[in-house]
């Protein structure tokens, strides 16, 4: 084998600020996250202490004003961080972009009484977030979601069960989409519940085929009372809130995918170059070689898709279509790196000593959440054909 560490990625970033923070990323990432994560993986433990420090470095806020404590950072500077980080452990990366997914709501539609009053906490108190949209039987079509919110004066009494939590039973606070009004989306509101609200409780997590170190579990709001002050935005307003924070949300879930596809490839570059066969490194043989090109070649888009959609993001423009786009091929193009990566380190590939069956795992994920990649194809088809006519 061979002692050679991964080459940094060749970023471009926008200035030497950032160029800093992407290196105190990488800093943290080797010291504190990627020599653990194997093995907190496969015991399934959840590093709250990782995203303590995160926190203390003002990385849990980065694309949010500075006002409440955010970092004021472009998304194509908090992508990258992401993409870092998960190439580390996706627990860490995926679990920073789900707390800025539940920090969504409130920074952008809250009220400034509400922003002034719980978005310092949330984005570098130490609070950790998640995001409560899915339910058992409301996936994919998410407008038909039935946890009900009835209002009972200044207050609304939530009841229901939510789905496919990721920091289910740990998270300090819950961004929930609830029903207030008829079926269908206009009838959804959206609401800041804390995580230790009287009636509110996390079941079991469910048993992962990956990310074993990220909970994911079901909520159940048993008529979990929440002040009208904690409801985001206008009544019925909520699944446009929702749908919004879903297309950052995917950039977020992209970059993830590229920072495993990019751990996937390094592994594998390093193992051909010390992996010998027939008296050669076996990173001599053309047919290995042209996997490796093209599994670069895969990341490299993917990286240029995702940023293309958080530059548009950055300077105020529709980035919905791209967005989609990026999630389905960067997701799609993980699980073909990953995939690759344990052919090429062969039987060695397949077992646990190694790290790239773990990544293999975990990349299958990313196809999932977020919207299923097929749905990130109807997304993109409406936007070039126009609604289905059916």
């Known amino acids: 084998m061979t002692d050679r560490a991964p080459q940094p990625v060749d970023r471009q970033l926008p200035t030497e600020e ?16 990627r020599p653990r994560a194997a093995e907190e993986e496969d015991a399934g433990r959840f590093p709250r202490e990782v995203f303590t420090l995160l926190s203390e470095a003002g990385l849990l806020g980065l694309p949010y004003d500075g006002q409440f404590g955010g970092g004021g950072q ?34 952008g539609y809250g009220s400034k009484e509400q922003q002034s009053a719980h978005l310092p906490a949330m984005l570098g108190g130490g609070l950790l977030g998640a995001y409560c949209l899915s339910e058992p039987a409301a996936g994919s079509d998410a407008a038909s979601l039935t946890t009900k919110a009835v209002r009972d004066g200044d207050d609304w009494v939530i ?6 939590i990721t920091h289910g039973g740990v998270a300090d606070f819950y961004t929930v989409l609830a029903r207030t009004g008829a079926p269908g989306p206009k009838g959804i509101t959206a609401f800041l519940v804390p995580g230790d609200a009287q009636g509110l409780t996390a079941a079991v997590p469910e048993k992962k085929m990956g990310m074993k170190g990220s909970p994911t579990a079901q909520l159940h709001f048993d008529g979990v009372r929440v002040p009208d002050a904690r409801r985001i935005g206008e009544e019925g307003q909520g699944f446009t809130i929702a749908l919004a924070a879903l297309d950052a949300g995917r950039l977020g879930i992209a970059a993830c995918a590229i920072g495993v596809a990019q751990a996937a490839l390094d592994e594998a570059v390093s193992y051909a170059l010390g992996r010998k066969q027939f008296g050669h490194p076996i ?29 548009l993001r950055d300077e105020g423009k529709p980035f919905s279509r791209q967005a989609a786009m990026a999630k389905l091929f960067c ?23 190694f790290p790239v069956e773990r990544l293999m795992r975990e990349a299958k994920v990313l196809q999932i959440v977020e919207g299923t990649n097929q749905i990130q194809r109807m997304v993109i088809a409406r936007h070039l054909a126009g609604p289905e006519t059916r």
Request: proline residues 1%; charged residues 20%; hydrophobic residues 50%.
């Open 74 to 107: 472009p998304y194509e500077v908090y992508l990258q961080v992401l993409e870092e980080l998960a190439a580390a452990r996706l627990t860490v990366g995926l679990g920073v972009s789900v707390h800025s997914l539940a920090c969504h709501g409130l920074a």
């Open 159 to 164: 009841t229901g069960t939510k789905a496919w």
């Open 18 to 33: 950032s160029r800093d923070l992407l290196a105190l990323v990488r800093e943290i990432a080797q010291r504190e996250i």
């Open 331 to 353: 997701t799609d193009a993980a699980m073909a790196v990953t995939t690759d990566a344990v052919q090429i380190l062969g039987g060695y590939g397949y077992t646990a000593d």
């Open 283 to 311: 990173a001599d043989f053309q047919g290995l070689r042209f996997m490796l090109a093209d599994m670069a070649t895969k990341i490299e888009a993917g990286r240029a898709l995702y940023l293309a959609a958080a530059r």
